[in-house]
């Protein structure tokens, strides 16, 4: 995307934006094989060899495309503002702000992630959500349930990713019904039942 020493040309993030959402248009009307460079890039209302300017075929726009989803998400989470609380009450508010930039960019995700017509954007997902449950069980190393129950560290960052991943998915295809807010507050609530 963008780093310090030097700023991407408007017109390359533009001619990029316009790709994604005729991606995204097209994804939603027809099969992922059906898509062609010609059709995208007609879609765009670019040539076609303004598209070979900026990648060198279509699962290398999605790979580019996926990455610069999880770097819009690794911004959102990073600029969650930390709780002077506990481990616990330190997630939600980045979960809030998770699903908040989900909410916001719900067209753009329900059709990666809630459809099963490409995999790279919820694989790209889930390796981020298990780098965050990581994390937290790393922070609570000493949690004593899953010392005594004797819970393998790798199938529980297994669990948790799954959980989140596949809730987001569910919230998503049935039209975001709870607010984000609440929806982290929800999974809070889930981690706190008794075991």
Excluded: C
């Amino acid at each position: 995307m963008e780093n310090t020493s030097q700023r991407t040309d408007p017109r390359i993030l533009r001619t990029r934006q316009l790709l994604r959402d005729a991606f995204i248009e097209l994804l939603q009307e027809m099969e992922f094989e059906k898509i062609s460079v010609n059709r995208l890039a007609e879609r765009a209302t670019i040539n076609r060899v303004t598209f070979y300017l900026h990648y060198r075929d279509i699962p290398d726009m999605l790979e580019k495309m996926a990455n610069d989803m999880i770097d819009d998400i690794h911004q959102v989470l990073d600029n969650t503002p930390l709780q002077p609380n506990s481990a616990e009450e330190d997630d939600w508010p980045m979960l809030v702000n998770l699903l908040e930039h989900i909410s916001k960019h719900a067209k753009f995700y329900k059709v990666i992630l809630a459809t099963n017509r490409t995999t790279i954007f919820s694989d790209h997902l889930l390796k981020l959500l298990a780098k965050l449950v990581t994390e937290r069980l790393e922070r609570m190393e000493s949690e004593t349930h899953m010392v005594k129950a004797n819970i393998q560290k790798d199938i529980a960052i297994w669990y948790g990713s799954s959980a989140l991943i596949g809730t987001i998915i569910a919230w998503l295809r049935n039209d975001m019904p709870y607010t984000p807010l609440f929806l982290a507050k929800q999974f809070t609530l889930l981690r706190s039942l008794p075991r």
